[in-house]
Every structure is written in C-alpha cells, then in structure tokens.
C-alpha cells in the first residue's frame, strides 16, 4: 500500500485521511520534524506533507532557512525518494524559491488548500 507521511505542527493542517483513503494511501501521522526525522530511519513514505515556516534569523539562521531543512537532510541521508509537499501560508511564499534552491521540493500549496488540489498531485 501506498503511504503518506503527515507533518501535522499546527492546528492549521488541513485533514485529508478521506482523500488519502480514497487514493489508496495509508496516512502516518506525526506532530514534528524531529519525530518525522525518526519515522524515516525506518519507513520511507511516498510522499510526505509538511507546513513551511520560514526562519526569519530565528533557531534556523545561519545554514538552514526553514523548519524543512532538517527533513531534506534526513531524506538525504537515508536515501528516500519520498516527494515532499509544502504548505505555505501566502505571506511566506515569497520564501520557497529559497527552500527550492537548495532540495527537491516535489510541490507547494498555498493556504486555504481544498482537497482537490492535493489529491491531483498525489495521483
């Protein structure tokens, strides 16, 4: 079966498990990128979804920008070809170029996400 990973690190995650079921996709669920991190040692999903928080200079200056970058480290390091969706509030939008220059980010959405739109990418 098919699996997908949810990153789920604020209330704002949109619930996708219908449209996840419908497509054959078992759902894990996780509630970091630390507990991601250790999800993957183990299991490499089809696809993982994930909110994008930009740094801002904050605990992510200096090599990493985002909250993303450890778990591209991570797929790295284990070598998992899972395609990774973002979810991005409008406002930092303007930041994915950045994460896109430095991983393979398979796709983003940008907040309010209907169902239809991630079920076309994950078919």
Known sequence: MKQILSIIETPRH???AS???????QEE?????????SFLKKNCPDFIVAEFFYGYGSNYSGVHI???????VTLQKHACQAKVIALVDKSEEKFIPKLQALYPLHHYL???????QISSIIQ
């Open 14 to 16: 949109p619930k996708f």
């Open 19 to 25: 449209v996840y079921e419908q497509l054959e996709f």
């Open 29 to 37: 669920k996780v509630s970091s990128i630390r507990k991601a991190n």
């Open 66 to 72: 985002s909250n993303l970058d450890m778990l591209f």
């Open 110 to 116: 940008t907040y309010p996400i209907r169902p239809e």
